[in-house]
């Protein structure tokens, strides 16, 4: 059974920039599109950024040009590079698959930007 685990996170500053980190435990797959989702207080969790097994990005809209999502295949870790943190940007994040993710999230990384 895969486990997610999220670190990094905290408090940044608007404009400032944050890194989050998700290692899996084995069971995942290196082929498997993984990706970066955000649950805002009273909103839905979100997908924000994704990468493909051979490092094709994508971002939503709100995200494009402040984050950069990469992944470390052989040690089974996926990144988020938060820069220009806006407080939108705030939230608890997770990590798992694009489509179909694993049954079990891992607990989440809370982001919170002050001004």
């Known amino acids: 059974q895969v486990q997610l685990v999220e670190s990094g996170g905290g408090l940044g500053q608007t404009g400032g920039s944050l890194r989050l980190s998700c290692a899996a435990t084995?069971?995942?797959?290196?082929?498997?599109?993984m990706a970066w989702y955000r649950e805002a207080p009273g909103k839905e969790r979100e997908l924000v950024a994704a990468i493909t097994s051979s490092g094709a990005p994508y971002y939503t809209d709100s995200v494009k040009g402040r984050f950069t999502v990469s992944s470390d295949n052989a040690n089974k870790m996926l990144f988020l590079d938060m820069g220009d943190l806006q407080s939108e940007d705030a939230g608890a994040y997770f990590c798992?698959?694009?489509?179909?993710?694993?049954?079990?999230w891992g607990q989440g990384v809370l982001v919170a930007v002050s001004s």
């Open positions: 084995a069971g995942m797959v290196a082929s498997d599109y």
């Open positions: 798992n698959k694009r489509f179909r993710p694993y049954v079990t």
